[in-house]
Nanobody, 114 residues
Framework: QVQLVESGGGLVQPGGSLRLSCEAS????????MRWHRQPPGKEREWVAH????????TYADSVKGRFTISRDNAKKMVYLQMNSLKPEDTAVYYC???????WGRGTQVTVSS
């Protein structure tokens, strides 16, 4: 079945880095654009980044622009989110999302704290 599984979350100090991964299965990954979203504690889920099916034209929320990088490896059916210069306000559950058909992963927790 169609599935997205995130990994790579954890606890990191402010200023640190993490790389999130999302493994896709059950569909032709290279045909679909992909997104990352996040849900901070007590807040609404928000869009973070978007990448096209071919990996071009990535776009970012203003809050992460210049610090986060979305990428993908179509051969491995993976999408990544490299997060640098992390701030406490980046603390959230991060979700991988396929907009077509509204497919979501279960999320991975990122906590930025000293």
């Amino acid at each position: 079945q169609v599935q997205l599984v995130e990994s790579g979350g954890g606890l990191v100090q402010p200023g640190g880095s993490l790389r999130l991964s999302c493994e896709a299965s059950g569909f032709t990954f290279s045909s679909y654009s992909m997104r990352w979203h996040r849900q901070p504690p007590g807040k609404e889920r928000e869009w973070v980044a978007h990448i096209t099916s071919t990996g071009g034209s990535p776009t970012y929320a203003d809050s992460v622009k210049g610090r986060f990088t979305i990428s993908r490896d179509n051969a491995k059916k993976m999408v990544y989110l490299q997060m640098n210069s992390l701030k406490p306000e980046d603390t959230a559950v991060y979700y991988c999302h396929r907009p077509w058909g509204d497919v979501w992963g279960r999320g991975t927790q990122v906590t930025v704290s000293s």
